[in-house]
């Protein structure tokens, strides 16, 4: 037995919410033609909420008010929309085997479905604890984010954790994040990490100090250096303290793992070519087969920013952005130029808010007040001559915006001394002045320029950068 439809969206995560979306506005579909496939029982929805919103202990956000594509400012597509617009929603389905030749894909009841193209939005899933060696992670108290079900235990153990210990494994975002959701519930937290500081993919050591040291006036403890080699729990097999490579025993009612995650590639693993730990796309979001695209966290497409570049980029906007892309490209192929991504990343903690574009390659300017009352720094990287990448905290909107421009522009820079002196004007400055045809699209900006200022609960994504625990890999 089995199904057939012309599209299929395989993946039930942000991608598959905004590929329906841009579907059901261009049209080109007829009813009971296009489905999503997903093994979450519940439809698309916008997964930064479950580091932000849904971790807070009064008022936290629950569907359906976050289903996709609210994190866009737009439309709530519910299971209601989704029967409306003729899009088949099959829930709760696990595909074990895809033949892309055959255009098959086959799931775990032994059902086959068939299509005429198909994307893929698998994403990504976390890496476990288990995959550096380390047995235990099935214990009750010992928590990943990555899905609804991973938010609800985590949920659960923060309730029966008030007062008590929290060890958060991990100084990337999904670190980050969730140390600020178990101190906002009144849980102490001890971070653990190799590197030397915090988001150390990303932030410079003068950046990170910035964020630990706010970190710790709210009582959360830095374990640098070091990692976890096992546990110790008691007779029900609940974690009661986490024992480190150094030595050093840490008491743990509760363990939050966030070491990265690893692209869901492996359904099409020798069907299609790979590249970055993904799926390798053109700028079409088309894959090496024609029938076939890849979009989100599982995608490794061109960056035309970076000379076209192949990169795979784990935040959000890139899911949002490239789903909707793909679509086009699906639909009014002719139409479609090559996608022009401007890498955006951005977070959103206590009173905090930073948004970073680009690329942080190159000699970094810091520019601001880094002292501990200040909430407004930034930085830029230069290579080149030219601004590839720019860094900023406490900004506006129309602040924000400038620095997207200059890096979109790979704005020049002669004197680095003066770009440090004028700081955050040199963006505005520059921001205004007009450019050749052929420069920046300034109508393109990313979908979260207004995110973070605007107070919006689902503020964070919480995979942009992937972590190996104790390892360094370039992801992006």
């Given at each position: ?10 993946g ?21 033609e ?14 930064p ?45 696990r ?7 055959r ?25 476990k604890l288990?995959e ?7 214990a ?7 899905n ?34 178990l ?16 988001m ?11 964020y ?15 990692v976890?080699t096992?546990f ?19 008491p ?45 966290d599982?995608?490794a497409f ?34 479609t ?10 977070s959103?903690?206590?009173?905090l ?14 520019y ?9 720094f ?10 590839t990448g ?18 979109r ?17 040199f ?17 393109e ?9 605007a ?6 994504s919480?995979?942009?950068f ?5 390892r360094?890999?370039r992801?992006?």
């Amino acid at each position: 037995m089995g199904r057939a439809f012309v599209y299929v969206v395989l993946g039930g995560g942000v991608a598959a919410g905004y590929a329906a979306l841009e579907f059901a506005r261009r049209g080109g579909y007829s009813r009971g033609e296009l489905c999503i496939i997903s093994e979450e029982a519940v439809a698309p929805y916008e997964r930064p909420a479950l580091s932000k919103g849904y971790l807070l202990p009064e008022g936290p956000s629950r569907l359906p008010k976050f289903h996709t594509c609210v994190g866009a400012n737009d439309e709530l597509l519910t299971t209601k929309w989704y029967k409306e617009q003729g899009i088949e929603l099959v829930l709760g389905t696990r595909v074990i085997s895809a033949d892309v030749r055959r255009k098959t894909l086959l799931t775990a009841t032994g059902e086959t479905i068939s299509y005429k193209t198909l994307i893929i939005a698998t994403g990504a899933r976390a890496l476990k604890l288990e995959e550096f060696g380390i047995n235990g992670s099935d214990a009750a108290n010992i928590c990943y984010l990555r899905n609804l079900e991973d938010a609800d235990k985590l949920v659960n153990a923060m309730n029966s954790c008030s007062g008590g210990n929290a060890v958060v494994i991990g100084g990337g975002y999904i670190g980050m994040e969730c140390a600020a959701a178990l101190v906002t519930n009144k849980i102490k937290v001890t971070m653990v990490f190799p590197e030397k500081h915090c988001m150390g993919r990303l932030f410079t050591e003068k950046i990170a100090e910035y964020y630990e040291n706010y970190y710790t006036s709210k009582g959360v403890t830095f374990t640098k250096g070091t990692v976890l080699t096992s546990f110790e729990k008691d007779s029900t097999g609940k974690v009661t303290s986490v024992i480190l490579k150094d030595g050093n025993h840490l008491p743990a009612d509760m363990v939050v793992v966030g070491i990265g995650i690893r692209a869901n590639t492996s359904l099409f693993e020798g069907q299609l070519l790979m590249e970055k730990g993904g799926v390798k796309v053109n700028g079409q979001m088309q894959t090496s087969d024609s029938s076939v695209y890849a979009v989100g966290d599982v995608a490794a497409f061109p960056i035309k920013l970076f000379d076209s570049d192949i990169r795979r980029l784990e935040h959000v906007d890139s899911a949002r952005r490239t789903a909707r892309h793909a679509v086009a490209a699906i639909l009014e192929p002719s139409k479609t130029r090559d996608v022009d991504y401007l890498p955006f990343f951005y977070s959103r903690v206590f009173t905090l808010s930073w948004q970073f574009y680009g690329d942080n390659v190159g000699e970094v300017v810091h520019y601001g007040d880094f002292t501990s009352s200040s909430t407004r720094f930034g930085a830029y990287w230069v290579g080149r001559g030219q601004i590839t990448g720019a860094f900023l905290e406490g900004g506006s909107r129309e602040e924000y915006e400038a620095l997207s421009v200059i890096v979109r522009r790979k704005t020049k820079v002669s004197d680095l001394s003066e770009l440090e002196k004028q700081g955050l004007a040199f963006a505005i400055q520059e921001s205004k002045k007009d450019v050749p045809d052929g420069g920046v699209t300034l109508g393109e900006k990313p979908t979260f320029v207004w995110y973070a200022t605007a107070g919006v609960v689902v503020a964070v994504s919480i995979s942009a950068f992937g972590y190996w625990y104790g390892r360094k890999r370039r992801r992006w």
